[in-house]
């Protein structure tokens, strides 16, 4: 079975909505603009990112929101109070229009989100 492509799965996201996609284009782009050595990968229905071969993170679009997850979230000291999720490794955060990337400060969740990935290698 064929491994479906980052570009096929950013097009099969628009049928949730044209917000959807941007959401996750503007998520991606953030994520190469932080980490140059940024790479992406299809996995679990959404795109995964890992930066210095330790996988940080990924982003998976619903039909109500696009949520953005970090593996070892749990290990991260939120410093800002917008991490969501209760369970033993993962935290995410929740976007559910494209003003939530800056409002929710993901560009500075995503070096905490890779530290922790790193400490837990």
Avoid: C
Avoid at 98 to 115: S, V, W
């Amino acid at each position: 079975m064929a491994t479906k492509s980052v570009e096929a799965l950013v097009d099969d996201i628009r049928l949730l909505g044209e917000e959807r996609q941007q959401i996750v284009q503007a998520v991606r782009k953030l994520v190469r603009r932080v980490f140059k050595d940024a790479t992406e990968e299809v996995k679990y229905g959404g795109i995964l990112f890992s930066s210095g071969g330790h996988s940080f993170g990924g982003v998976f679009a619903y039909k109500a929101h696009v949520s953005v997850e970090f593996g070892k979230g749990a290990s991260i000291t939120d410093p800002f109070g917008h991490l969501e999720g209760s369970g033993k490794g993962r935290r995410h955060l929740k976007l559910h229009a494209i003003d939530d990337i800056e409002h929710k400060q993901l560009a500075r969740y995503l070096p905490l989100a890779l530290a922790a990935a790193k400490g837990a290698a």
